[in-house]
């Protein structure tokens, strides 16, 4: 069966330190991955998705960047963290040529810029 | 307009009470339709999938999508403490992007 995995689970961080969120995805291969923002009351906002190795699309100009160096994992990026960076970010896969349009979740990473 | 508009809530119920969640959209595009259940502070689980109109039932859980009026429900029987959470609901068109409502915070009390 797939996994996925997210860490680190809560991250603090101050202003203007690098960032670095990795997502990893077992049981599948060539998975479509995206990574989302959750703010309260506001639903999931769309960054990053990629549909294979080095193939990064953005949805929203933004202090993050994402890249994918393996088939499985999907890393996001800051060089330096602003305050607004705060919140819950949600890695998510899809199977490729699947059903479409199911993305499966991972547990989430809070992050808190102070 | 939000592409998708979803009532935040919070709903507080008696335990056994039906559950009654739904969303409204826009873009007449959209033919997947996914219900995700969020508990606090952890990722959403994919709860039920819906192509194109008509009902799916799960057990205790009832999806309706009627695509003619751009409205989507989530029945939950018999509803119990373990169902609180928040429900979120997602649709799509063709294409990779999923249009997220903003989720509804559901408590059922014992």
């Known amino acids: 069966s797939q996994t996925i995995h997210q860490w680190p689970a809560t991250l603090v961080q101050p202003v203007g330190s690098p960032l670095s969120l990795e997502c990893t995805v077992e049981g599948t291969s060539n998975p479509n991955l995206y990574w989302y923002r959750q703010a309260a009351g506001r639903g999931l906002q769309l960054l990053f998705y990629s549909v294979g190795i080095g193939q990064i699309s953005s949805e929203v100009p933004q202090n993050l960047s994402a890249s994918r160096p393996q088939d499985r994992q999907f890393i996001l990026s800051s060089k330096k963290l602003l305050l607004s960076d705060s919140g819950f970010y949600l890695c998510a896969w899809e199977a490729s040529g699947g059903a479409k349009n199911i993305q499966y979740f991972g547990a989430g990473t809070r992050l808190s810029v102070l | 307009q939000k592409e998708v508009e979803q009532d935040p809530g919070p709903l507080s119920v008696p335990e056994g009470a039906i559950v009654s969640l739904n969303c409204t959209y826009s873009?007449?595009?959209?033919?997947?339709f996914m219900w995700y259940r969020q508990y606090s502070r952890k990722g959403p689980e994919l709860l039920m999938y819906?192509?194109?109109?008509g009902n799916k039932e799960d057990g205790r859980f009832t999806a309706q999508v009627d695509k003619s009026s751009k409205y989507i429900s989530l029945f939950i029987r018999d509803s119990q403490p373990s169902d609180s959470a928040t429900y979120l609901c997602?649709?799509?068109?063709?294409?990779?992007?999923?249009?997220f409502g903003a989720g509804t915070t559901v408590t059922v009390r014992a």
């Open positions: 819906t192509y194109s109109s």
């Open positions: 997602a649709m799509s068109a063709s294409d990779y992007k999923l249009s």
């Open positions: 873009n007449s595009a959209f033919q997947y």
